[in-house]
């Protein structure tokens, strides 16, 4: 046989087992969840396999629990137990990781997450009125869209750009009509593998977003991860965020120009569900662009890469001298991105915005199994990750992952969240309101969620949080929150294979 028969058919092998694994991973993964299987072992014989309750033992669902509800108030019960109770002390016969991990299935059950699949497949309910603390509204439906969507921005005109990931860009109009595509924007593949509702994708386009001059240049941003393989020194194929900017003229992307780009070195086979890619603009003429951790989580550390990372450039690409870490270009190495580097320690930052009076940039960040944040971003600072969440691992232990590459720097050296979302919604995008048809929001953060398909809102002023409130919830997994010039707030969701717009219309 020739040897290059047998490297396709090795190739061939390897693939087909890796697609197996990948299905089987999906498929079996809620029934593996650690703490599924704990509870199912140790507590719902007395408390029921959906936390109902028995004759054993009381509900812990659908009312109050009379020792608290948080999340360390849960963990305390469980480790120490209910004098004069039947609820026994288990600090003695489980893993404090354990009690951790089964205070945080309790709670997630409290507030109904579903399942991980089980959110893919998720209909949003119909247009319905809904009563919040400071404004009632109508959540109704503005379009269908073909495929999933990752972003949207409102144009001037009143339509909105729409990025579906594997589809491209086009343009849905204010009665809800959506365009064909917009021609020659970046190239998107298909995707690889479907389980569960979860994608794997090489390939796709991420966010969209008009230059705070767009009625006088007309420059939209779009991110992207431009792909590669065989140039890339791959056999399989290689991806890695990039962003440009272009005009859409007659149906058509033109005058396309690279924004930011790293060198091929930096492309890896990490599916991009981990790129992250948002963008967001400062009013100052700078673009920041949210990059996750699509490498080995060693990477996140190293100033030189750009994984784990928010970056910063000007609009047209030139980077700041006053970014924190720059260096001129003859001093660094063909490879580097240090320096637009503007803060580092990020895990995947699904969410960027600035704030609309002081400009100051924001993100949401996901966790692991708990430890979603909602951020400050400030220039040259270490966030954390891997070495300090409040999340555990998915295998139900501490994330230990940066001890075990050796990472060691306090606590205090690094920037704590402003909110902490244990247990994790699986937090999306977000954004300030700043319209007119909500005014009691004003400057409140909206935020999606994944998981817990739901919509929060937050007021924090001055770094601290000072309400917290679920505008929306069974709802359905929220991509993208966007505000609209005409004051009114856009949700893009996605289904188990397309997707759908919304909006908040004041009552």
């Known amino acids: 046989m020739k040897l290059w028969l047998k490297i396709l058919i090795g190739v061939g092998a390897v693939a087909v087992f890796l697609t197996a ?21 140790n507590c719902a014989s007395c408390h029921g396999p959906t936390l109902t309750g028995t004759s054993l033992g009381p509900p812990l669902v659908d009312g109050d629990l009379q020792h608290g509800d948080t999340v360390p108030e849960i963990i305390k019960v469980i480790a120490e137990g209910i004098p004069n109770t039947t609820m026994m002390a288990w600090d003695n016969e489980l893993s404090p990781e354990l009690i951790k991990g089964l205070a945080l299935y309790i ?21 319905r009125d809904v009563q919040s603390i400071h404004h009632d509204f109508r959540l109704e439906q503005f379009a269908t869209l073909e495929s999933r969507p990752y972003s949207l921005a409102y144009m001037p005109n009143g339509n909105i750009l729409v990025a579906e990931k594997t589809r491209g860009l086009s343009l849905v109009d204010p009665q809800g009509r959506q365009s064909p595509l917009i021609i020659d924007t970046p190239p998107v593949w298909e995707t690889l593998l479907s389980v569960e509702g979860a994608w794997l994708n090489y390939g796709i386009v991420l966010d969209v977003e008009l230059h705070p001059e767009f009625e006088e240049n007309g420059w939209i941003y779009l991110s992207h991860t431009d792909r590669c393989q065989w140039s890339c020194g791959w056999l399989v194929p290689a991806t890695m965020v990039r962003v440009v900017r272009g005009r859409i003229r007659d149906g058509r992307w033109v005058d396309q120009e690279t924004i930011w780009s790293v060198h091929k070195d930096h492309y890896t086979p990490v599916p991009d569900g981990v790129a992250a890619g948002r963008l967001a603009f400062d009013g100052r003429g700078h673009l920041y662009i949210s990059i996750g951790g699509k490498n080995t989580y060693d990477k996140l550390h190293q100033l030189d890469t750009p994984f784990g990372k928010i970056h910063r450039v000007r609009d047209d690409g030139t980077v700041p001298k006053d970014n924190p870490f720059w260096i001129a270009e003859d001093e660094r190495s063909e490879a580097s991105t240090i320096h637009t580097v503007w803060s580092y320690g990020h895990r995947t930052g699904q969410g960027l915005d600035a704030h ?20 400050q971003i400030l220039s040259g600072q270490n966030y954390g990750w891997p070495l300090y969440t409040n999340g555990l691992d998915y295998n139900g232990e501490e994330v230990s992952i940066g001890m075990d590459l050796g ?22 995008n977000f954004t300030f309101h700043n319209g007119s048809q909500f005014p009691a929001w004003k400057n409140d953060l909206l935020v999606g969620s994944l998981k817990a398909v739901s919509l929060y809102r937050l007021r924090i002023e001055t770094g601290t949080l000072l309400e917290q409130e679920t505008l929306i919830d069974n709802f359905g997994r929220i991509r993208d929150v966007e505000m609209g010039d005409d004051g009114l707030v856009y949700i893009a ?12 219309v004041p009552k």
């Open 21 to 41: 694994v990948g299905y089987w991973y999906f498929v079996t993964r809620d029934s593996r969840e650690p703490s599924f299987v704990g509870w199912n072992q």
């Open 107 to 127: 709670s997630e059950r409290r507030q109904n997450y579903p399942a991980i699949s089980d959110s893919y497949e998720a209909e949003p309910r119909e247009s």
């Open 356 to 375: 609309p009076e002081s400009g100051a940039i924001w993100n949401t960040e996901m966790g692991p199994r708990g430890g979603d944040e909602i951020n």
């Open 407 to 428: 990472l060691d720097f306090p606590i205090e050296d690094t920037v704590l969240p402003i909110v902490d979302f244990t247990p994790a919604p699986a937090i999306s």
């Open 493 to 504: 969701l996605e289904h188990y294979d397309a997707g759908s717009l919304w909006r908040l």
